[in-house]
């Protein structure tokens, strides 16, 4: 294949990717007309009355906070338990872990609104409907299979050579996790971490029926832009960059770790 169709196929992709970007950026300045008339021309004034209106309608502002804090705290909830999880099936030789994967693994198999109805009987049961804790509590429980299993992977390819020294020089279990295991397995926590950010970030369902009144995730908040009589294309864009801003910046903040993941991935495969 020659490198100009190499470079025609790469710059195609580019605009693929880029176009859906540009579309929904510019119909947030643009009204209902402007959107239909001239899809892809530039918006006429550069006015922010989408975004203050989504607020206003929507608050988009609150309901970003709870989703901020139910996902920062799911996320530390998840690695604090699947990281000890990890190791133990990855790296210490006991009885049975070859099972504790399987049953991690049996984890996929469930699909989530398959437990919606348990799962709002029991938050009603501990006290814990309308409560974002409860949440702050149950998503952790989804994503612990994925990230037990794709972290023991990651652990796995740390040569065992370098644990071998440390148990030499009388380090525990504990320290060698804390400070080998972990920051050796960087890469792969960030992988995690934005896999299971946008788990969090765009669960729906849940969120829709254990939290209620004022206290509204991100997901939730956003439908209620749109009206049975009409539905005003301008503010529901506008709604949606604001909900994706979050994921873009955590993208960019470890990307850089993801890409190392990749790369260290593909060298030892």
């Not at 880029?18 to 929904?24: A, E, G, Q, S, V």
């Not at 399987?102 to 409560?131: D, E, K, N």
């Not at 946008?198 to 956003?222: K, M």
Request: proline share 5%.
């Amino acid at each position: 294949m020659s490198t100009n169709i190499v470079r025609f196929l790469v710059a195609l992709y580019v605009v693929i990717i880029l176009l859906p970007l540009y579309y929904l950026i510019i119909s947030a300045f643009k009204t209902n007309n402007e959107i239909f008339i001239q899809p892809l021309s530039l918006p006429a004034t550069l006015s922010l009355h989408n975004f203050f209106t989504a607020e206003d309608d929507a608050g988009l502002i609150q309901a970003m906070g709870n989703s901020v804090y139910i996902t920062a705290c799911a996320e530390v909830l998840t690695l604090v338990l699947a990281l000890p999880a990890a190791y133990a099936i990855a790296r210490i030789p006991l009885k049975g872990t070859v099972i504790i994967e399987r049953a991690f693994a049996l984890g996929f198999l469930i699909p989530g609104f398959a437990v919606l109805v348990p799962t709002f009987l029991l938050s009603v049961q501990l006290g814990l409907f309308h409560s974002t804790l409860f949440l702050i509590l149950f998503y952790p429980v989804t994503a612990l299979p994925l990230t037990v299993i794709m972290m023991a992977q990651f652990m796995r390819s740390i040569p065992y050579e370098i644990e071998e020294a440390a148990i030499m020089d009388g380090a525990s279990r504990m320290t060698i996790l804390l400070r080998l295991i972990i920051p050796l397995s960087v890469p792969g926590i960030a992988t995690m971490l934005i896999l299971n950010f946008l788990n969090f970030w765009n669960e729906y369902l849940f969120a829709l029926v254990i939290l209620g009144g004022d206290t509204q995730t991100v997901q939730v908040a956003l439908p209620s832009l749109k009206t049975l009589n009409i539905v005003d294309y301008g503010l529901l864009t506008a709604g949606t960059l604001i909900t994706v801003l979050p994921v873009y910046f955590i993208y960019i903040l470890v990307q850089r770790r993801m890409q190392d993941a990749l790369v260290s991935g593909y060298a030892k495969g």
